[in-house]
């Protein structure tokens, strides 16, 4: 019997203490760990006792990739707990927020995460000096997400212009058309992207997930903070159900969280399932790259979330130059309500996926419960699920050419394993 062994102790530029443990014994996976060391970050507990109104500041801090789409879950969440709906200029707005740090966040991951896997070098840093264009393209993306960031937020780091209801301050009319120049800019820029990742090589590797994402069937549109929660796979929920259907638990190996759908196993969130559930509301300049990149409506190696990161780049220009134009100021920055006692919930897509977060409030408006489940928790398994299945096939490769791969294929998720540490 031959006995082999993959171990990781660092998986840079993984956000978290994150490790790969592998035994193979005659080609086949004996035992595979995705370890995560980091101590629980108790970031439910935190928010217990505290008043309804400090939870998106609060929670924008779990994640310095994503801190739009956790105070926005945590906005939409308590706002359904008191039964506010936000619509017309305000919602615009919300979109827009959430465009930006798509833009952001994808093209952090394309070019500082990915495409160095891709062209064989060990960093970003590495790459720049053989890539000059392609890094000054990814910085100038990267800025004008923070842009619309920067304006809409307050500031480009957790952003503290976010409220119940809405925002503290609303931008002047001339201030969003200032962004339409830098934003035509990126929508060339991603269109760029995507042709050139496009001529990577990837790895023929495929499986059959169930996809997990937003969807909105009274919307003609790609989803950002709204909707059902569909799947490839029949399911079909309001977000109000998803703790009847998702379970979350403990690895005995890792304090990362795993979570399940309950009595079906691993899923997948991100991009590709957002891609693969809601194609055909992407806008026609976006679908027309896809295609001219080789990809259909259907996408299922998830080597080729680099070109779909890139497809949701160009589609979230896209979007906020469609706001932008049509936008009109709303009278007020917030919408008026009344806290109450009850629960609330919500979904958003934050950029790598599915984000989850639900809160108990007594009749003051006191924080009695909460629970948060990242993209990252959502996608652990389907990960370790990914790898035993791509080790075998690609076990008579050299070792240090499937350590890489390993490493690779663990970066094409949205990699912050911290935000999946309770």
């Not at 969280?257 to 809601?278: D, E, I, K, M």
Request: glycine share 6%.
């Amino acid at each position: 019997m031959k006995s082999e062994a993959i171990n990781l102790d660092c998986l840079p530029p993984v956000e978290g203490e994150t490790a790969l443990f592998v035994s193979m014994e005659d080609g086949s996976v004996a035992d595979l760990q995705l370890r995560n060391s980091e101590p629980p970050r108790f970031f439910e507990a935190f928010l217990r006792g505290r008043n309804f109104s400090e939870a998106p500041d609060i929670t924008s801090r779990i994640c310095g990739s994503s801190p739009v789409a956790h105070q926005l879950t945590a906005c939409h969440a308590i706002e359904n707990a008191f039964g506010v709906t936000l619509e017309g200029p305000l919602r615009e707005l919300r979109r827009l927020l959430s465009c930006g740090e798509w833009i952001k966040s994808h093209a952090s991951h394309i070019y500082l995460r990915q495409a160095p896997d891709f062209l064989g070098y060990e960093s970003a840093i590495r790459m720049a000096k053989d890539h000059p264009a392609g890094m000054d393209r990814a910085l100038r993306l990267k800025k004008t997400g923070n842009q619309i960031l920067g304006l809409l937020g307050g500031r480009e780091i957790h952003p503290i212009n976010l409220r119940i209801g809405g925002f503290y301050n609303l931008p002047a009319r001339g201030e969003l058309a200032s962004l339409a120049e830098n934003l035509k800019w990126a929508r060339d820029a991603a269109s760029e992207t995507v042709r050139w990742v496009a001529k990577f090589s990837f790895p023929d590797f495929e499986r059959d997930y169930e996809f997990v994402a937003l969807g909105n069937p009274d919307e003609d549109e790609y989803p950002f903070n709204e909707g059902r929660l569909i799947s490839n796979k029949g399911l079909d929920i309001s977000v109000r159900e998803y703790d009847a259907h998702f379970l979350e638990e403990h690895v005995r190996y890792s304090t990362a969280l795993h979570s399940t759908l309950r009595g079906r196993g691993a899923y997948f969130v991100g991009p590709q399932a957002r891609y693969n559930l809601n194609f055909d509301n992407l806008s026609p300049l976006a679908q027309e790259t896809a295609r001219a990149a080789g990809l259909g409506a259907v996408s299922r190696n998830p080597f080729q979330s680099i070109i779909v990161r890139a497809v949701e780049t160009l589609y979230a220009c896209d979007e906020a130059l469609r706001i932008i134009e049509h936008f009109e100021l709303p009278e007020h920055p917030a919408a008026d309500f009344r806290s109450r006692a009850g629960i609330g919930y919500a979904c958003t897509e934050a950029p790598g996926g599915l984000l989850y977060h639900r809160y108990s409030l007594d009749i003051n408006g006191a924080i009695l419960d909460a629970k948060i489940v990242s993209p990252s928790a959502q996608n652990q398994k389907t990960i370790e699920n990914d790898l035993r299945q791509f080790i075998p096939a690609n076990i008579h490769s050299p070792k240090n050419k499937l350590q890489w791969q390993c490493e690779q294929l663990i970066r094409n998720y949205a990699t912050c394993v911290s935000c999946a540490t309770h």
